[in-house]
């Protein structure tokens, strides 16, 4: 081969990889420049025969490689190898990756003259395929493990508690004001995530938790995300030992904290939940210290407390009990949202039904659905809901002085059954008198389970409350049992038809029909007929041919405050002869502040951020999968796309980079959403220009002023590079 030396030499030193030849008897004959390098041997001398003097070969979890198996060994024996994972350690000592491929070299006659190995160096690849994983498992800002390495690491001590004699605890620990902190921290520091304040925060709980001790297994500390913490500790004695754990915990956290300047006190609630049952599964035992880490809460900062089975059936007691809803009412805490009811007629808004809204300090916007059950369990919507009339006939009272002329708007109050219970005639009466309302313009929202449910009793109270010259509505109707022919013995005068059967109109022939024959036999008793959750025109459509009276939903507003009421209602009154659709599009307009799409996987966070925007007035689409939000991008053209980092299929960062390479989008503000703390991630969101960045869980009120705040930005962005 001595004439194709230089062509060979030429070839191989392009190669970053490492090449040797040797001849039939395993002597090294021939190296490259890359070989040279890693060896530190000069391939202009004569070469050293054996390769050990070239380094040394073992396998990857460092074992000694068998003779006569390594790669080499194997070509000279006249076989092919390729990409036989193995170590290499050079003489310079560094150990790196490699994966080898080796061949035999054979002659024009097939004599065998040697063999050529080929080593690539995938050390980096490796290193970073072990940091992958590691990011997989592991919070990024405190480097701990995350909740689905905790839960793998919980399953695994589970198994190994079967031979334990001792119990299991899981710890769930939410530092106290969190937000509060971190908003502290950042006026000064301008570090808005309170990262920091975290990794503190995370190494004194991680200092105060049990290592390896014997044969007791160590503790372990998950962070699962914002100021969440959740920790295992097994072989625990029995509550009382995990409840001493909690106290250590928090007394870990008790030392100040000095930040940025600034010196907080710290403290954290605690949930435990302690199970002898080796057999239980990891993700139920998490969540039970988490409901009594919410429980902790209620009861106040630095609270630990012991799951116990009655928490187990009481998710409304995580939102609210009995006495935060008195406090609520006392600070003052409520608020009424109105929603248009609209004639079907004329298009023109006839009445508001007053929907109550709760602005809880930390929880932000509560839904009614979440806090007016438990109201009613504990009674307190008596006094509740009295608050609510007497407020909405101070609102009704202004509307009625401030448009003149003209028919009464008409304001509906929703009734909880419970408040049949006690002298709601008198109640009421009293606070209409007062107030100075005509009664005529008030009307009463009742549900068909209240007058099922004792119907002398609802007779008796709705013949009073009709004396007093109020008017009584069937809402939800439809979903009871009760028959049109039965609520004929009751004096009513509307009937509002649920949403569920107004969704089927046009297209569940069932629905269809029955809103037919409700809206032919309500007639024939004289009642009027509302449809609730209207939100197309179709159904506008529809709804009017069915020669339906009202139609209340987002299609036309969304429940808002009296200043958008009032606003609406001056802009109505103004408008003269307009064409059905043309008025349609200016209520869609001047009720438009801006319109956003929440792109999440989870139900529950598109609910919350659905929720937390619409009741401020967003228009808001909502998308689960990130091919989804591409496309409704397109067409629903929004202010603001709020945008879940992890989805299924492509990612947030490939939505958000999508988006910003489409001009279309320009305008459009993007507040990245993400379950971690990662500096990484924020950085990444803010390279592919989005506007915003936020990390779950959030409250509403945070949601809202920050898709504010980047709509307005983006705005004046424009504002300021075309003016
Ligand atoms: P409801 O009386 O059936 O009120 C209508 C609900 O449907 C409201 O929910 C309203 O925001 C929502 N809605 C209106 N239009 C649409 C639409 O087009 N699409 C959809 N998807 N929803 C629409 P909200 O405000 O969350 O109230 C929930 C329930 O809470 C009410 O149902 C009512 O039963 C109760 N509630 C609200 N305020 C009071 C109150 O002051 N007293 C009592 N006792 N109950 C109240
Ligand atoms: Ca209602
Ligand atoms: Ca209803």
Same mark, same amino acid.
Request: with cysteine; hydrophobic share 45%.
């Given at each position: 081969?001595?004439?194709?030396?230089?062509?060979?030499?030429?070839?191989?030193?392009?190669?970053?990889?490492?090449?040797?030849?040797? +001849?039939?008897?395993?002597?090294?004959?021939?190296?490259?420049?890359?070989?040279?390098?890693?060896?530190?041997?000069?391939?202009?001398?004569?070469?050293? !025969?054996?390769?050990?003097?070239?380094?040394?070969?073992?396998?990857?979890?460092?074992?000694?490689?068998?003779?006569?198996? $390594?790669?080499?060994?194997?070509?000279?024996?006249?076989?092919?190898?390729?990409?036989?994972?193995?170590?290499?350690?050079?003489?310079?000592?560094?150990?790196?990756?490699?994966?080898?491929?080796?061949?035999?070299?054979?002659?024009?006659?097939?004599?065998?003259?040697?063999?050529?190995?080929?080593?690539?160096?995938?050390?980096?690849?490796?290193?970073?395929?072990?940091?992958?994983?590691?990011?997989?498992?592991?919070?990024?800002?405190?480097?701990?493990?995350?909740?689905?390495?905790?839960?793998?690491?919980?399953?695994?001590?589970?198994?190994?508690?079967?031979?334990?004699? !001792?119990?299991?605890?899981?710890?769930?620990?939410?530092?106290?004001?969190?937000?509060?902190?971190?908003?502290?921290?950042?006026?000064?520091?301008?570090?808005?995530?309170?990262?920091?304040?975290?990794?503190?925060?995370?190494?004194?709980?991680?200092?105060?938790?049990?290592?390896?001790?014997?044969?007791?297994?160590?503790?372990?500390?998950? @962070?699962?995300?914002?100021?969440?913490?959740?920790?295992?500790?097994?072989?625990?004695?029995?509550?009382?030992?995990? /409840?001493?754990?909690?106290?250590?915990?928090?007394?870990?956290?008790?030392?100040?904290?000095?930040?940025?300047?600034?010196?907080?006190?710290?403290?954290?609630?605690?949930?435990?939940?302690?199970?002898? +049952?080796?057999?239980?599964?990891?993700?139920?035992?998490?969540? =039970?210290?988490?409901?009594?880490?919410?429980?902790?809460?209620?009861?106040?900062?630095?609270?630990?407390?012991? *799951?116990?089975?009655?928490?187990?059936?009481?998710?409304?007691?995580?939102?609210?009990?009995?006495?935060?809803?008195?406090?609520?009412?006392?600070?003052?805490?409520?608020?009424?949202?109105?929603?248009?009811?609209?004639?079907?007629?004329?298009?023109?808004?006839?009445?508001?039904?007053?929907?109550?809204?709760?602005?809880?300090?930390?929880?932000? #916007?509560?839904?009614?659905?979440?806090?007016?059950?438990?109201?009613?369990?504990?009674?307190?919507?008596?006094?509740?809901?009295?608050?609510?009339?007497?407020?909405?006939?101070?609102?009704?009272?202004?509307?009625?002085?401030?448009?003149? &002329?003209?028919?009464?708007?008409?304001?509906?109050?929703?009734? %909880?059954?419970?408040?049949?219970?006690?002298?709601?005639?008198?109640?009421?009466? !009293?606070?209409?008198?007062?107030?100075?309302?005509?009664?005529?313009?008030?009307?009463?929202?009742?549900?068909?389970?209240?007058?099922?449910?004792?119907?002398?009793?609802?007779?008796?109270?709705?013949?009073?409350?009709?004396?007093?010259?109020?008017?009584?509505?069937?809402?939800?109707?439809?979903?009871?049992?009760?028959?049109?022919?039965?609520?004929?013995?009751?004096?009513?005068?509307?009937?509002?038809?649920?949403?569920?059967?107004?969704? &089927?109109?046009?297209? $569940?022939?069932?629905?269809?029909?029955?809103?037919?024959?409700?809206?032919?036999?309500? @007639?024939?008793?004289?009642?009027?007929?509302?449809?609730?959750?209207? =939100?197309?025109?179709?159904?506008?459509?529809?709804?009017?041919?069915?020669?339906?009276?009202?139609?209340? &939903?987002?299609?036309?507003?969304?429940? %808002?405050?009296?200043?958008?009421?009032?606003?609406?209602?001056?802009?109505?009154?103004?408008?003269?002869?307009?064409?059905?659709?043309?008025?349609?599009?200016? @209520?869609?307009?001047?009720?438009?502040?801006? /319109?956003?799409?929440?792109?999440?996987?989870? +139900?529950?966070?598109?609910?919350?951020?659905?929720?937390?925007?619409?009741?401020? !007035? *967003?228009?808001?689409?909502?998308?689960?999968?990130?091919? $989804?939000?591409?496309?409704?991008?397109?067409?629903?053209?929004?202010?603001?796309?709020?945008?879940?980092?992890?989805?299924?299929?492509?990612?947030?960062?490939?939505?958000?980079?999508?988006?910003? $390479?489409?001009?279309?989008?320009?305008?459009?503000?993007?507040?990245?959403?993400? &379950?971690?703390?990662?500096?990484?991630?924020?950085?990444?969101?803010?390279?592919?220009?989005?506007?915003?960045?936020?990390?779950?869980?959030?409250?509403?009120?945070?949601?809202?002023?920050?898709?504010?705040?980047?709509?307005?930005?983006?705005?004046? #962005?424009?504002? @300021?590079?075309?003016?």
């Amino acid at each position: 081969m001595p004439q194709n030396t230089a062509f060979v030499r030429a070839a191989f030193d392009i190669t970053r990889d490492l090449v040797a030849i040797c +001849d039939p008897y395993g002597r090294i004959t021939l190296i490259n420049h890359a070989m040279e390098q890693f060896t530190g041997i000069d391939a202009g001398a004569p070469l050293p !025969g054996p390769w050990s003097s070239y380094g040394e070969m073992s396998h990857v979890d460092g074992s000694a490689i068998a003779d006569g198996t $390594d790669p080499m060994a194997r070509a000279l024996r006249g076989e092919t190898t390729r990409d036989v994972e193995l170590a290499l350690v050079g003489r310079s000592g560094q150990r790196r990756t490699m994966t080898v491929d080796s061949e035999p070299l054979f002659d024009a006659s097939g004599e065998l003259i040697g063999a050529i190995v080929v080593w690539h160096d995938i050390t980096d690849r490796r290193r970073a395929e072990d940091r992958l994983v590691f990011q997989a498992s592991h919070n990024p800002l405190t480097g701990l493990p995350n909740r689905a390495l905790f839960v793998t690491v919980t399953q695994d001590g589970l198994t190994r508690a079967q031979s334990l004699r !001792g119990s299991t605890a899981v710890l769930a620990i939410n530092i106290d004001h969190f937000a509060d902190i971190a908003t502290r921290l950042g006026d000064r520091s301008g570090d808005h995530s309170g990262d920091t304040f975290l990794i503190e925060v995370a190494r004194r709980l991680e200092a105060s938790l049990r290592r390896v001790s014997g044969s007791r297994p160590p503790d372990t500390l998950a @962070h699962v995300g914002g100021d969440h913490f959740i920790v295992l500790c097994e072989d625990v004695a029995d509550v009382n030992a995990a /409840k001493m754990i909690a106290r250590r915990i928090a007394a870990s956290l008790g030392a100040p904290l000095s930040i940025s300047g600034e010196e907080l006190s710290v403290t954290a609630c605690v949930g435990i939940t302690v199970t002898r +049952d080796a057999r239980r599964d990891p993700e139920p035992l998490i969540r =039970e210290a988490e409901t009594a880490m919410h429980r902790a809460e209620q009861r106040g900062a630095g609270r630990h407390e012991v *799951f116990s089975g009655e928490m187990r059936s009481q998710r409304l007691v995580r939102i609210a009990n009995e006495s935060s809803l008195r406090q609520a009412l006392a600070r003052g805490e409520f608020y009424v949202a109105y929603q248009p009811k609209m004639s079907l007629a004329t298009d023109r808004t006839v009445g508001v039904e007053a929907l109550l809204r709760w602005m809880h300090p930390e929880r932000g #916007l509560i839904s009614p659905l979440d806090f007016i059950p438990l109201a009613e369990e504990s009674g307190i919507i008596v006094q509740i809901g009295a608050w609510v009339l007497e407020q909405v006939c101070r609102d009704a009272v202004r509307w009625r002085t401030a448009l003149p &002329g003209g028919q009464p708007l008409m304001v509906a109050v929703n009734v %909880s059954p419970r408040q049949f219970e006690s002298d709601l005639a008198e109640t009421f009466g !009293g606070i209409i008198g007062h107030s100075g309302i005509d009664p005529a313009t008030v009307c009463l929202e009742v549900t068909e389970s209240m007058v099922m449910h004792d119907a002398e009793l609802a007779i008796a109270t709705l013949r009073q409350l009709k004396s007093l010259g109020l008017s009584i509505s069937v809402d939800d109707f439809g979903t009871g049992f009760s028959s049109l022919a039965y609520l004929k013995r009751f004096p009513l005068d509307e009937l509002k038809i649920d949403k569920s059967f107004v969704d &089927g109109l046009g297209r $569940d022939f069932e629905a269809t029909a029955i809103v037919a024959a409700v809206m032919g036999m309500a @007639h024939a008793l004289d009642l009027r007929v509302v449809a609730e959750g209207v =939100e197309t025109a179709d159904q506008v459509v529809r709804l009017r041919i069915l020669g339906c009276d009202e139609a209340q &939903g987002f299609f036309y507003a969304r429940p %808002s405050s009296i200043a958008d009421i009032d606003a609406r209602l001056v802009g109505e009154a103004r408008m003269q002869v307009v064409g059905r659709t043309e008025l349609a599009r200016r @209520h869609a307009e001047s009720a438009h502040i801006g /319109k956003i799409l929440v792109v999440d996987d989870s +139900d529950d966070v598109r609910r919350l951020a659905r929720s937390s925007l619409a009741a401020v !007035g *967003f228009e808001v689409r909502e998308a689960a999968s990130g091919e $989804d939000a591409v496309t409704m991008a397109r067409h629903f053209k929004p202010d603001c796309v709020v945008l879940d980092v992890n989805l299924p299929g492509i990612s947030g960062f490939d939505v958000c980079r999508i988006l910003r $390479d489409d001009a279309a989008n320009e305008r459009t503000s993007i507040v990245i959403l993400t &379950g971690d703390v990662a500096p990484s991630e924020k950085v990444m969101a803010f390279s592919l220009e989005a506007d915003d960045y936020m990390v779950k869980p959030f409250s509403p009120r945070d949601l809202v002023s920050r898709v504010t705040a980047a709509i307005r930005r983006r705005g004046e #962005l424009f504002a @300021h590079a075309r003016p």
